[in-house]
Nanobody, 123 residues
Framework: DVQLQASGGGLVQAGGSLRLSCAASGFTFDDYGIGWFRQAPGKEREAVSLISPSDGSRYYLDSVKGRFTISSDNAKNTAYLQMRSLLPEDTAVYYC????????????????WGQGTQVTVSS
């Protein structure tokens, strides 16, 4: 069974922090790139941060650079998104996804998706 379980979302005040987790099972985690995506109501799903296997190269959406950090722990088959200095515009459902090989920005490129976790930032 292939599973991606996103967790760690919640309600926080602007300026606060959250750490999202993406627990993977049922596939070879270290062969897959991991993407964190988010989707707000009425908006397109967008890539927030990506990490690729092997070299661990990372991508960040411009609006989250300096505030968010993506990481992975292959021993635990888990990826993380540490979010700091959160803003109301960060409010969205956050999804983790896995893609064989390099992580890319395209939603349609991914093989597996988690269920998403809600992040709400109040002002």
């Amino acid at each position: 069974d292939v599973q991606l379980q996103a967790s760690g979302g919640g309600l926080v005040q602007a300026g606060g922090s959250l750490r999202l987790s993406c627990a993977a099972s049922g596939f070879t985690f270290d062969d897959y790139g991991i993407g964190w995506f988010r989707q707000a109501p009425g908006k397109e799903r967008e890539a927030v941060s990506l990490i690729s296997p092997s070299d661990g190269s990372r991508y960040y959406l411009d609006s989250v650079k300096g505030r968010f950090t993506i990481s992975s722990d292959n021993a635990k088959n888990t990826a993380y998104l540490q979010m700091r200095s959160l803003l109301p515009e960060d409010t969205a459902v956050y999804y983790c996804a896995a893609q064989k090989g390099l992580a890319t920005k395209g939603v349609d490129d991914y093989d597996y998706w988690g269920q998403g976790t809600q992040v709400t930032v109040s002002s």
